[in-house]
């Protein structure tokens, strides 16, 4: 049996049913510090799976001790964290207590109840600005907000704790950056308030919500002055997290692998293939640099692909598309 902790988020809804297509067992928790309640609902009657949910706050130690006694848990996929760049600089404390005491609780647990395998959500984030492109897995980390510093923490935790026993096996996912919905248009990214991210800001110019996308800088050593990135489709992350899986389950150790397309694309390309292919205009103004942006970050995908047999399948047409048709759908009742 797998538990996913945050379940209920954009990027464990997504993995949960590709989980249950792959045929795996599983138990989600979620504190839905970050998500709804109704995701569960949705995710049960996509997967038509009845699964365990338990609503608990993996700081709480009772709540995390029930879920491990009633269920035999031999693996997770640990999702939950809370993930805003510019909230963690402001509350640092709440960053660090939340994603490493949380995740510390989480691995007391595994260990009472023996569970010795971990897939972790880790982020490009830990390669902080790196001095060449595209990255591999043994460039030099570095991370300029707490919120990254939190991501490379539980890194070395679970690293240790690999040292520390033989048998456990983490498997450390470095996301790029994640768009894109599931085709059902019943899960994806809708974050609450302002978001930070350039395709839910995107969405937002485009739905008229905001006046226009603010691009952040146009002087950037790239190809056409804005920042670029290696977006990945969700769906393609959530078939990683299925491949990651599998690698646990007959590995020990800890193993590291991005998770991108190996492709980097600037911010006029987004808005562009966004126009283009939703056949919508994206009204923008050209802003200074953001604070603390780096010019380019994108994957080398190899070590995924020749270890995990994974390799990412969509395109940039197919997340811009499926991210406009989930908003859409996600928003219409507004
Ligand atoms: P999300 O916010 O949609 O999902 C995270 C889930 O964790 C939410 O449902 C939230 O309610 C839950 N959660 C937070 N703190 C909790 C706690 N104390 N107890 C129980 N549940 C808790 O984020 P996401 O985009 O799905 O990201 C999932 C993971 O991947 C996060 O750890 C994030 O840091 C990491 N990540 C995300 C991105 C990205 O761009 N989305 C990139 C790199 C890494
Ligand atoms: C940020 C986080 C990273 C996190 C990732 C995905 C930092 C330093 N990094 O990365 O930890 O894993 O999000 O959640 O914050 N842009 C605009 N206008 C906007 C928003 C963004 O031009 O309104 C540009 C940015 O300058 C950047 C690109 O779009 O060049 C992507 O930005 P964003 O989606 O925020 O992701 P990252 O900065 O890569």
Avoid at 226 to 252: E, F, N
């Amino acid at each position: 049996m797998v538990l996913i902790t945050g379940i209920a988020g954009y990027i464990g809804s997504h993995t949960a049913y590709a989980l249950s297509q792959a045929g795996f067992e599983f138990v989600g928790m979620d504190n839905f510090a970050n998500s709804r309640k109704e995701n569960i609902d949705t995710l049960r009657e996509l997967t038509g799976k009845d699964f365990k949910f338990y609503e608990v706050d993996m700081l709480d130690d009772a709540g995390m001790e029930k879920i491990f006694a009633e269920n035999q848990i031999d693996s997770v996929i640990h999702f939950a964290g809370l993930k805003a760049v510019g909230e963690s600089v402001e509350k640092p404390v709440l960053y660090y207590h939340n994603n490493i005491t949380g995740t510390l609780i989480l691995l007391e647990k595994m260990k009472k109840y023996g569970c010795k395998k971990i897939v972790f959500s880790s982020s490009a984030t830990v390669y902080g600005n790196p001095a060449v492109v595209p990255v591999n897995e043994d460039m030099p980390t570095s991370t300029t907000n707490p919120y990254g510093s939190t991501k490379l923490m539980i890194e070395n935790i679970l690293k240790d704790v690999c040292v520390a026993d033989k048998d456990f096996c983490a498997v450390l996912l470095r996301y790029f950056n994640p768009i894109g919905a599931h085709k059902c248009k019943k899960i994806g990214e809708n974050p609450n308030g302002i978001p930070n991210n350039l395709m839910p800001r995107l969405c937002q110019a485009a739905l008229g919500i905001t006046e226009s996308l603010t691009v952040f800088g146009t002087d950037y050593p790239t190809h056409d002055g804005t920042g670029v990135r290696d977006y990945i489709h969700v769906c393609d992350l959530a078939d990683g997290h299925t491949a990651a899986l599998k690698k646990a389950m007959d590995s020990t150790g800890a193993l590291t692998y991005n998770l991108g397309t190996g492709n980097g694309y600037s911010v006029f390309d987004l808005i562009h293939t966004f126009s283009r292919v939703n056949g919508v205009e994206i009204p923008y103004k050209i802003c200074p640099r953001r604070p603390g942006d780096v010019p380019a970050v994108y994957a080398c995908p190899d070590k995924a692909f020749n270890e995990l047999g994974w390799k990412a399948q969509y395109d940039l047409e197919d997340m811009c598309r499926d991210s406009w048709e989930f908003i859409k759908e996600a928003t219409k009742n507004n």
